[in-house]
C-alpha cells in the first residue's frame, strides 16, 4: 500500500482539498487527514461562502458523510492499480480501514505491554496508536449510507459486507481487552412498574353490609 506521502504526491495536479475527521465529537480519536482531490463537491467546499440564497445548510452528519464519501472516492483513485467502485468488495474496504490506522491516535496496547488492559495508564509505552473502533464503526455506517444514496444496490454494498462486520467486532473486542474499557451498550432502566393490584381501583358503592345495615 503505498505511503501517505506518495498518496498526496500522486494528486499533486489536482488543488481542491478534502478534510476527513472520523468522529468529530470524540477530541481522543479525532482524525484529521489533508489530501488533495478532484470533485466538485470537495470544491464548493472549499472556495468562498457562497451567497445566502444559494447556501444550503446541511446537518453535521450529511457533512461528515459527503466528506467521507469523497475521501473514499480519491483513495479508489490512487489505489495500486486505481480501482472503480463498481469492483470494489469487502475486501477493498478492508484495506482502507488498515490504511486509516496509520493516522489513529488511540493507543492500544500489546500484550507485552504493562499497561495491557489498563484504563489509565499511568506512564507512556511505545504502543502503536490506531483508529479507535468507534471512529471506525461510525466511518463505515455513513459510507455505508451513502453508497446507497448513490444508486447502489444494498445487495451489493462492499461496507455491509460480512468481512468488514467481522473485522469490526474484531477490533472491538481486541482493542476492548488492551485498552481495558467495555463498549458494551448500556441498557437503559426502566421505570419501576407499580404492582397490579394497586392499578385494580376499588368499589366506588356501598358494600353489601352497609346496605344491609341501612335496610334495618
Not at 67 to 81: A, E, I, K, M, S
Not at 87 to 107: I, M, N, P, W
Amino acid at each position: 500500500m503505498d505511503s501517505f506521502q506518495e498518496f498526496e504526491s500522486s494528486s499533486k495536479a489536482e488543488t481542491s482539498l478534502v478534510n476527513i475527521n472520523l468522529n468529530p465529537t470524540d477530541t481522543t480519536t479525532n482524525n484529521n487527514i489533508n489530501t488533495t482531490g478532484n470533485s466538485s463537491s470537495s470544491s464548493a467546499s472549499s472556495s468562498s461562502p457562497s451567497s445566502p440564497s444559494t447556501h444550503q445548510t446541511l446537518s453535521r452528519y450529511e457533512n461528515q458523510k459527503r466528506r467521507d464519501w469523497n475521501t473514499f472516492g480519491q483513495y479508489l483513485r490512487n489505489h495500486r492499480p486505481p480501482l472503480s467502485l463498481a469492483r470494489c468488495s469487502g475486501a477493498h474496504v478492508l484495506e482502507f480501514l488498515r490504511y486509516l490506522d496509520q493516522f489513529g491516535k488511540t493507543k492500544v496496547h500489546t500484550q507485552l505491554c504493562p499497561f495491557f488492559g489498563h484504563p489509565s495508564p499511568p506512564a507512556p509505552c511505545p504502543c502503536p496508536l490506531r483508529q479507535a473502533w468507534g471512529s471506525l464503526d461510525a466511518l463505515i455506517g455513513r459510507l455505508r449510507a451513502a453508497f446507497e444514496e448513490h444508486g447502489g444496490k444494498p445487495e451489493a454494498n462492499p461496507f455491509g459486507a460480512r468481512a468488514v462486520r467481522l473485522y469490526l467486532r474484531e477490533v472491538r473486542d481486541s482493542q476492548s481487552k488492551a485498552r481495558g474499557v467495555s463498549y458494551e451498550k448500556k441498557k437503559r432502566k426502566r421505570p419501576p412498574q407499580p404492582p397490579a393490584a394497586a392499578l385494580q381501583q376499588p368499589p366506588t358503592g356501598p358494600g353489601p353490609a352497609a346496605s344491609g345495615a341501612s335496610g334495618q
